[in-house]
C-alpha cells in the first residue's frame, strides 16, 4: 500500500524564514526622511477617535474647535477628518477619555489611538509626492479625506498649505514608510 503524505500549514520548506517577505518596521522613535524638498516623519501621541453617526452632535460634545477636513484640505488645531458621510476620526491633540458606544445624541466613538499610524509630509514637494501616490485629483479634493495612496486606504489631508498628514492602518506603515524611501525630491 502506498505511503499518505499529509501536508500541514503553509508547506514551507525547512529553513525558510518567511519573515524576509515582510517590510521590517522602522525604528519609529527615530525614523525620518529628508529629502531636498520634501520631508517625512511619524508623529507620535495623537488622539485618534473614531466617530459613526450624527458627527455634528459628536464634535459638539468632544472637540467643538474641530475643523473638518476632507481630502487636501488644510485643518488647523483638532480635525474632524471625514471617511464618510456619517463616519469621521477626530484627531485631537491628546487621546480623549471619551467613553466608547454609542450615546443618546446619535453618535459612536471608538478610541482608535493606536489603530493609524500618522506620517506627516512636509515641504515644498510634499503635493508632488502625494500626487505621485494617488490618482485623486488633490485640487479637486472631496468632503472625504480617504483614498488609495500608494496602493493602500489612507486618510490623506493637509494641516498647513506645504504640510499634509496620511494616516494609514497601523499594519500597513511599514509598508508606506518604505515606499517613502523610494521617492526622490
Not at 485631537?92 to 454609542?102: F, H, I, M, N, Y
Request: aromatic letters at 8%.
Amino acid at each position: 500500500m502506498a505511503e499518505k503524505t499529509v501536508r500541514t500549514g503553509w508547506d514551507l520548506k525547512r529553513g525558510h524564514d518567511a519573515a524576509t517577505k515582510w517590510t521590517p518596521t522602522p525604528d519609529w522613535r527615530s525614523a525620518a526622511i529628508v529629502r531636498s524638498s520634501w520631508s517625512a516623519r511619524p508623529l507620535h501621541g495623537l488622539g485618534q477617535t473614531l466617530l459613526s453617526g450624527d458627527l455634528d452632535a459628536a464634535r459638539a460634545a468632544l472637540a467643538p474647535n474641530a475643523s473638518e477636513a476632507g481630502l487636501w484640505q488644510v485643518a488647523e488645531g483638532d480635525a474632524l477628518v471625514r471617511i464618510a458621510r456619517d463616519r469621521a476620526l477626530l484627531v485631537t491633540a491628546r487621546p480623549l477619555s471619551a467613553p466608547a458606544g454609542w450615546s443618546p445624541s446619535g453618535w459612536a466613538t471608538s478610541a482608535a489611538d493606536d489603530a493609524w499610524a500618522v506620517i506627516e509630509l512636509a515641504g515644498e514637494s510634499a503635493r508632488a509626492v502625494c500626487a505621485q501616490a494617488t490618482s485623486a485629483d488633490l485640487e479637486a479634493g472631496s468632503p472625504s479625506a480617504a483614498l488609495l495612496f500608494a496602493g493602500v486606504t489612507c486618510l490623506l489631508y493637509r494641516t498647513a498649505p506645504e504640510t499634509a498628514r496620511i494616516h494609514v492602518e497601523r499594519g500597513f506603515a511599514p509598508y508606506l514608510w518604505r515606499w517613502l524611501e523610494t521617492v526622490e525630491g
